[in-house]
């Protein structure tokens, strides 16, 4: 059964103060790895597909990686509008394009 | 690009009654249509997958009969929960894939039966 297990759940951050957020995964077949954020009471904001293990993409302050086991998320001087919940999802071949989500890890920036 | 709306965004509805959710991709095309809900403090489950002119499917444990999935076009699908009880409140969302492998999801409906 695929299994998406993200770390931490909750994560403490000063302003400027660089961390990574984790996504472990197994999956028989990887289609595709998604990370997606998401402010309370809305619905998930798409960041980025990763869909080979070296692959790495970024956007502003962010960055993703991919291995054959997991993902990171870097996020690089962060700011206080950072703050969200950080979704990792997976996609498998024989899924029918459905994903599989983890917990989430809820990331707060402080001033 | 790739916007996906949702309606209404919070209903309020009594024991019994039936609630229709409305989910539109505004401006793509979507090969296949997702609905997902999402309890407080958890991730996101998939309820059922749809694709224009063919019945949903859905995931084990979610009822059909209950949950009624229509969708009638390549930009709408709607999710009618029939007979709501209390325990069916919840952070309803929908996603469309356009084209390839990305979803793109609408801002959710919470629905609460009172």
């Known amino acids: 059964e695929d299994q998406v297990t993200q770390s931490p759940e909750a994560l403490r951050l000063q302003e400027g103060e660089s961390s990574s957020l984790n996504c472990s995964y197994t999956?028989?077949?990887?289609?595709?790895l998604f990370w997606y954020r998401q402010d309370p009471g809305k619905g998930p904001e798409f960041l980025f597909t990763?869909?080979?293990a070296g692959e790495e993409k970024e956007k502003e302050r962010l960055k993703a990686t991919l291995t054959k086991k997991e993902s990171f998320l870097h996020i690089t001087a962060p700011k206080p509008e950072d703050s969200a919940t950080y979704l990792c999802?997976?996609?498998?071949?024989?899924?029918?394009?459905?994903?599989?989500f983890g917990k989430g890890t809820s990331l707060l920036v402080t001033p | 690009g790739a916007v996906v709306s949702q309606h209404p965004s919070r209903v309020i509805c009594k024991s019994g009654t039936s609630v229709k959710i409305e989910c539109r991709s505004l401006d793509f095309q979507a090969t296949t249509m997702f609905w997902y809900r999402q309890f407080p403090k958890q991730s996101l489950m998939l309820m059922a997958t749809?694709?224009?002119?063919?019945?949903?499917?859905?995931e084990q444990g979610v009822e059909k009969d209950k949950f009624l999935i229509n969708h009638a076009s390549l930009t709408l699908s709607t999710l009618t929960v029939t007979s709501a009880h209390p325990e069916d409140s919840s952070f309803y969302i929908c996603?469309?894939?356009?084209?390839?492998?990305?979803?793109?999801f609408g801002p959710g409906t919470r629905l609460t039966v009172t």
């Open positions: 996603s469309a894939r356009p084209e390839f492998y990305e979803q793109y």
């Open positions: 990763l869909y080979s």
């Open positions: 999956v028989s077949g990887l289609r595709g």
């Open positions: 999802a997976v996609q498998a071949q024989d899924s029918g394009y459905a994903l599989n």
């Open positions: 749809s694709n224009e002119g063919s019945k949903a499917t859905y």
